[in-house]
């Protein structure tokens, strides 16, 4: 079956840093671009990066500048490196796996917890 676990959330402070891990199973891991979405209890999910064609990517302004989006294709990993942490970005990031080429073939992870508070 297909899997996306997520991991390396949890409580930071404000101006700390978290990178979270979104590990890939039962799929070609190189025929999908790898994107990061965050929800916060009463709003809707927001894009916070993907990869997009071309292997360009794409970030939320809000997010632009401190987080970073990467993945390792060796070990069917995505990565959300995030920097300088801000309340704000408290939610539950999700990764997904959205194929090249075939149109409606996307999957999600169950998610992680991110909260940045003193």
């Known amino acids: 079956q297909v899997q996306l676990v997520e991991s390396g959330g949890g409580l930071v402070q404000p101006g700390g840093s978290l990178r979270l891990s979104c590990a890939a199973s039962?799929?070609?891991?190189?025929?999908?671009?790898m994107g990061w979405y965050r929800q916060a209890p009463g709003k809707q999910r927001e894009l916070v990066a993907r990869?997009?064609?071309?292997?360009?990517?794409n970030y939320a302004d809000s997010v632009k500048g401190r987080f970073t989006i990467s993945r390792d294709n060796a070990k069917s990993t995505a990565y959300l490196q995030m920097n300088s942490l801000r309340p704000e970005d408290t939610a539950v990031y999700s990764c997904?796996?959205?194929?090249?080429?075939?149109?409606?073939?996307?999957?999600w992870g169950q998610g992680t917890q991110v909260t940045v508070s003193s």
């Open positions: 997904n796996a959205v194929h090249r080429t075939l149109l409606g073939v996307k999957y």
């Open positions: 039962g799929i070609s891991f190189s025929f999908y671009n």
């Open positions: 990869f997009i064609s071309g292997a360009d990517t």
